[in-house]
């Protein structure tokens, strides 16, 4: 069965730190992998999705970057970290070939920023 | 633009039945997928629906109408345990699913 993990679980950063969340998926090859931010009480905001190694999409121009190393794994990373970059992250995969867009999410990265 | 709309919150009772509305306007529609999620936690897939109709899933049910640009998810014999945020998600051409804010929904004894 496949699964999906994301770490940290929490985290809490100064402001102008970096940030790096990861994000790997076990049981399935070649997924499109995704980053989304939800901040209190909001919707999910789509940061970043990856059709395969080193082929990223931005969605929002902000100071975070994803990186996708190998198949299975997505990163999630910030030079100098913001107050507004808190949030709930949630790092989230589809199965290619089953085109519903049906995604399954990792258990999420609690990040605040001070 | 792409837009989804449904009720910030609602409460209702123990025991009784609740309606979640979605309403929706994209660029083309591939399915719709109703995600429970509970507070600090991820979401979780609770239904799709891609026709016309409605699917029926133990307590919960999900209906669609595609002409309409609507669906409902329908909780029955609710519990405590249901107290959470329900998102409504659409596919659009690109297979791309656009959200909803999300309804908090409250269940009291």
């Known amino acids: 069965s496949q699964t999906i993990h994301q770490w940290p679980a929490t985290l809490v950063q100064p402001v102008g730190s970096p940030l790096s969340l990861e994000c790997t998926v076990e049981g399935t090859s070649n997924p499109n992998l995704y980053w989304y931010r939800q901040a209190a009480g909001r919707g999910l905001q789509l940061l970043f999705y990856s059709v395969g190694i080193g082929q990223i999409s931005s969605e929002v121009p902000q100071n975070l970057s994803a990186s996708r190393p190998q198949d299975r794994q997505f990163i999630l990373s910030s030079k100098k970290l913001l107050l507004s970059d808190s949030g709930f992250y949630l790092c989230?995969?589809?199965?290619?070939?089953?085109?519903?867009?049906?995604?399954?999410f990792g258990e999420g990265s609690r990040l605040t920023v001070l | 633009g792409q837009n989804i709309d449904q009720p910030t919150e609602m409460t209702a009772t123990e025991g009784a039945i609740v309606q979640i509305n979605c309403t929706y306007q994209?660029?083309?529609?591939?399915?719709l997928f109703w995600y429970q999620q509970h507070a600090g936690e991820a979401p979780t897939f609770l239904s799709y629906?891609?026709l016309d109709g409605l699917e029926e899933k133990g307590r919960f049910s999900s209906f669609l109408s595609r002409s309409k640009g609507y669906s409902y998810l329908l909780l029955k014999e609710l519990q405590m345990k249901d107290s959470a945020s329900y998102l409504c998600?659409?596919?659009?051409?690109?297979?791309?699913?656009?959200w909803g804010a999300g309804t908090k929904l409250i269940i009291k004894p």
């Open positions: 989230a995969w589809a199965q290619r070939e089953k085109d519903t867009g049906e995604l399954f």
């Open positions: 998600a659409v596919t659009d051409s690109n297979y791309q699913l656009i």
């Open positions: 629906n891609v």
């Open positions: 994209t660029s083309g529609f591939n399915g």
